[in-house]
C-alpha cells in the first residue's frame, strides 16, 4: 500500500460532475494542501443532471462544466478534463478504456480515484449505472492497458504516451469500503465544493445537514469519534 509520501500525482475518474465532491473532495483538498497534484477527468457533461429544465442538454452540459471546474477550485484543483461522452449511457467499452488509458498516461498519476464497479445492495444511490461502467473502464485502464505498451499502440505510435504503472486504486461508493480518511479538518471546503454545483443541489433543504449525518456515520463507522468527519474507499493495490 501506498503511504503519503508515495503519492505526488492524483488521478480522479467520475461519470458526471459533482461525483468527486460528493465522494472524495475532503481528501482531495487534503492532497492538495500538501502539494500533491491532482487531476479530474470527467466523462460525461452531466447533461442528463438537474430540475432547471428551461435549459436544454447543451445548455445543461455547458453549466455542468463550467460548476464542476468551480468546484474543483474549491480544493484547490485546476487541472478538469471532459472526455464528453453522452450522461445516462456510458458503457465500459474500449473506447472509453483507450480515453481513460490515454489520461492516465498523460498525467502518470501515482494513485487513481474511482467509481466502484460493483453495485451496492445497501445503498443503492451510488452505484448508477453511468458510475459502474466509469469504474470498471477505469480499472482496466490501469490494469492492463495504461501498462501495456502493446494495448492501444496509437497512443504510443501517435501521442508518443508512454506505458505506466498506476500504484493503486481508491474506489468510491462500493460494497466494502476499507479505507477511511478523517476529512474534519478539511470538511467546509468539501461542502464549498459541493455548493458549485448549484443546478443539482440548490433544491435541496438542509442540504448541510444531510451531508453532516452522511460523513459523521462514516467517521463513527471509521472509529473516528463524535464531531468527525470521514469519507471511505476500497484500497485496491495496482503495482
Ligand atoms: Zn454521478
Known amino acids: 500500500m501506498l503511504n503519503e509520501d508515495g503519492i505526488s500525482r492524483v488521478l480522479v475518474v467520475t461519470a458526471h460532475p459533482d461525483d468527486v465532491d460528493f465522494g472524495a473532495a475532503g481528501s482531495i483538498a487534503q492532497f492538495t494542501e500538501r502539494g500533491v497534484a491532482v487531476t479530474y477527468c470527467v466523462a460525461t457533461d452531466g447533461d442528463?443532471?438537474?430540475?432547471?429544465?428551461?435549459?436544454?442538454?447543451?445548455?445543461m452540459?455547458?453549466?455542468?462544466?463550467?460548476e464542476q471546474i468551480t468546484a474543483a477550485k474549491a480544493v484547490g484543483v485546476s487541472d478538469v478534463r471532459f472526455?464528453?461522452?453522452?450522461?445516462?449511457?456510458?458503457?465500459?467499452?474500449?473506447?472509453?478504456r483507450r480515453d481513460i488509458a490515454r489520461v492516465i498516461r498523460q498525467v502518470r498519476p501515482d494513485l487513481v480515484?474511482?467509481?466502484?464497479?460493483e453495485r451496492n445492495y445497501v445503498n443503492i444511490s451510488p452505484s448508477h449505472p453511468d458510475h459502474r461502467a466509469v469504474g470498471g473502464a477505469a480499472l482496466d485502464a490501469v490494469y492492463?492497458?495504461?501498462?501495456?505498451?502493446?494495448?492501444?499502440?496509437?497512443?504510443?505510435?501517435?501521442?508518443?504516451?508512454?506505458?505506466?504503472?498506476?500504484?493503486?486504486?481508491w474506489l468510491i461508493g462500493g460494497p466494502t469500503p476499507d479505507h477511511f480518511v478523517d476529512v474534519t479538518a478539511t470538511f467546509d471546503r468539501k461542502?464549498?465544493?459541493?455548493?458549485?454545483?448549484?443546478?443539482?443541489?440548490?433544491?435541496?433543504d438542509a442540504f448541510d445537514d444531510f451531508l453532516r449525518t452522511r460523513f459523521a456515520q462514516m467517521a463513527q463507522r471509521a472509529g473516528f469519534g463524535e464531531g468527525h468527519y470521514a469519507e471511505a474507499f476500497q484500497r485496491v493495490v495496482t503495482a
Open 48 to 59: 442528463a443532471g438537474g430540475f432547471d429544465r428551461e435549459l436544454d442538454n447543451g445548455g
Open 61 to 66: 452540459a455547458e453549466l455542468r462544466r463550467s
Open 83 to 96: 472526455l464528453g461522452y453522452r450522461d445516462g449511457t456510458v458503457e465500459p467499452g474500449l473506447g472509453l
Open 113 to 117: 480515484v474511482t467509481h466502484s464497479p
Open 144 to 169: 492492463p492497458d495504461a501498462r501495456n505498451p502493446y494495448a492501444f499502440p496509437e497512443l504510443l505510435a501517435d501521442e508518443e504516451l508512454a506505458a505506466w504503472v498506476v500504484k493503486e486504486v
Open 191 to 204: 461542502l464549498a465544493a459541493l455548493h458549485s454545483h448549484a443546478s443539482q443541489v440548490s433544491h435541496m
